[in-house]
């Protein structure tokens, strides 16, 4: 939410800027702080600028904390033009966004500090349809970038390039109508304040009304498949189009769909041939603007009188305008409910989190002569991988470790879910993993009405004999270590919970003192390095084959360890779950 406020201030700051220039500097930086990034600049078209530094046809506006090797003093750096520039003539900048390889940077490698820069997001600047700028901000890789800084980012473009085409505006009719721009910039400020959607449009129809002085106005918004238009809101209308719930095909009026594809204002002064429920309006003309946000239509502004009119070519720039800035408010809007969204999705997961990390055993069994080590980590907030102990007798122990075959809040109700079901079947039969999974499989097959599945190894240790009894639903199988050898535990078996029947085998094996198990999950053997290489089981093997001497806690961080040097900075793509038993 501070980012949205934030782009709130800048939204503010400019419009009040009759000079937009002179204070392009700290809405740039603005923008870098946003988008937690250091470095940035803007250029501006400039048709008089013809010599070569920042390129012809281009001004250097404003810029914040330049590596050295971008000095403005240096002409290495900027004594020509670049990339971003040349795709911006040839109409190349044609995303929101745009990734481009820094030509500028490119050519001062090796000869000065370029603070690692090599990247940089290009957002041309519109007002309308007219490119009057470029936005550009810089990192050492692509992957600084967060989909929702590029949201942010893009949408400061577009305040950034209205406001400058305001401020021109304004110069060219200072003098015939000063209290029209007077009225445009009080529209947007009123427009950042407004804490609806609904009260924004209300607003904007309002005001719309009095700076073009027409008899009607309505905004128009798509509906789910953008194959028709929907009223929002309409002022001085005969019979409210809101109320009674029209909807407007694009195809229902040539001049509106013409609109929407050239994306821009489209005069109707011969209404012709038009739906009944129009024709009853009586309009002799009209204007169809578009509401341009990231070039895509999002929706449409109509202007209605019911006298025959001549709109000038400052009419319709000046209707562009009030149309770009009902596109701010939706587009500030639809970002304002994708923030509170995304923090309710985050409570909700933290919220998901606690609980999971409830269900899962708060320390491992203190056992005298044995010695055991959990570790868990999720690659989400919540996650499908669990582990469990639980006591089914003075002596006996039984042990989990399964695998949701899903990621997030899915995976975890149904870890919670098959937690209970496990325990629940352990307990009818203590002696016998094997009859205990099929009663596990028996409830879950049950009551799966989602097709979801879980992999399994369960076992029970006689902590007094040392004897481990076990059985494997389509789980990793562990690995058992003595001082001969390291070796895997096999037990074939079907996974939980989409056959009624399934064949699983028993397992057993007597631990003797210095005999070790690591129980683990396939987020072990499947981690990836940066080249897409698996750990794998060898890795892991030989891991223990060179700690298991150690203690069951020596053991596990051995292995986490191994996996992290492994991966390097690849992400974490699956939950990472094992445990370690080791008879003292």
């Not at 820069?117 to 936005?135: C, F, N, Q, R, W």
């Not at 596990?440 to 009551?447: S, T």
């Not at 078996?493 to 028993?506: A, H, K, S």
Request: proline content about 4%; aromatic content about 8%; charged content about 25%.
């Amino acid at each position: 939410m501070s980012n949205l406020q934030k782009l709130n201030q800048l939204a503010q700051k400019l419009n009040r800027a009759v000079n937009v220039q002179a204070v392009l500097d700290d809405a740039l930086a603005t923008v870098i702080e946003m988008m937690g990034l250091e470095t940035g600049w803007i250029f501006l078209k400039d048709p008089e600028n013809q010599d070569k530094w920042a390129g012809h046809g281009y001004s250097l506006v404003a810029h914040h904390n330049l590596p050295p090797a971008l000095d403005l003093e240096n002409p290495h750096a900027w004594y020509k033009g670049c990339d971003c520039q040349g795709f911006c003539n040839k109409a190349k900048l044609t995303e929101a966004y745009n990734e481009v390889e820094c030509s500028r940077l490119e050519g001062l490698s090796g000869s000065g500090d370029t603070g690692g820069l090599t990247v940089h997001a290009s957002v041309p600047m519109y007002a309308g349809e007219k490119v009057v700028g470029i936005l550009n901000v810089a990192a050492t890789d692509w992957s600084d970038f967060s989909a929702e800084a590029l949201d942010l980012l893009s949408l400061a473009g577009i305040q950034m390039g209205e406001a400058i085409e305001r401020a021109w505006l304004y110069d060219r009719l200072r003098d015939r109508r000063a209290g029209e721009q007077a009225l445009l910039l009080e529209l947007s400020n009123q427009l950042l304040e407004k804490p609806s959607l609904d009260d924004m449009v209300c607003c904007l129809i309002d005001n719309i009304r009095i700076i073009m002085d027409v008899d009607a106005g309505a905004l128009l918004l798509p509906d789910e498949y953008r194959e028709s238009f929907i009223f929002r809101i309409a002022d001085g209308w005969q019979v409210d189009p809101v109320a009674s719930g029209i909807v407007l095909p694009r195809n229902a009026i040539r001049q509106l769909e013409q609109a929407i594809e050239e994306k821009r204002a489209v005069v109707v002064q011969d209404v012709g041939d038009i739906p009944q429920w129009l024709a009853r309006e009586q309009f002799a003309s009209h204007i169809y603007v578009p509401l341009i946000a990231n070039r895509d239509c999002i929706g449409v502004l109509t202007l209605n009188n019911r006298q025959p009119r001549d709109w000038t070519e400052d009419d319709l720039r000046l209707a562009q305008l009030l149309a770009n800035q009902a596109a701010i408010a939706i587009e500030k809007d639809r970002l304002h409910e994708q923030e509170l969204k995304r923090e309710r999705l985050e409570r909700e997961l933290e919220l998901g989190r606690e609980m999971q990390l409830r269900l899962l055993p708060k320390h491992a069994p203190e056992i005298e002569g044995w010695d055991i080590a959990a570790f868990y980590q999720g690659a989400r907030l919540v996650s499908g991988d669990f582990y469990d102990f639980f006591w089914l007798s003075d002596t006996k122990l039984g042990m989990v470790i399964a695998d949701v075959a899903d990621k997030g809040v899915p995976a975890a109700l149904i870890m919670s879910l098959s937690r209970t079901m496990l325990r629940t079947a352990a307990f009818q039969h203590p002696d016998d993993p094997q009859a205990a999974l099929h009663e596990a499989n028996r409830l879950m097959f049950r009551d799966n009405d989602s097709n979801f599945f879980i992999t399994c190894w369960y076992s029970v240790l006689d902590v007094e004999s040392g004897e481990l009894i076990f059985s494997n639903a389509g789980h990793n199988p562990p690995f058992a270590a003595s001082d001969h050898e390291v070796m895997p535990l096999h037990a074939k078996g079907t996974v939980l919970g989409i056959f009624e029947q399934i064949p699983l085998e028993r397992g057993q094996i007597d631990m003797a003192a210095g005999d070790v198990v690591v129980f683990y999950t396939d987020g072990v053997t499947e981690a990836m390095n940066p080249y897409y290489e698996e750990f794998g089981e060898e890795g892991l093997q030989r891991v223990i084959e060179n700690c298991h001497t150690g203690s069951a806690q020596d053991i596990l961080q051995g292995i986490v360890r191994a996996v992290r040097e492994f991966t390097g900075d690849a992400p974490q793509s699956d939950d990472l779950t094992l445990f370690v038993v080791k008879r003292n």
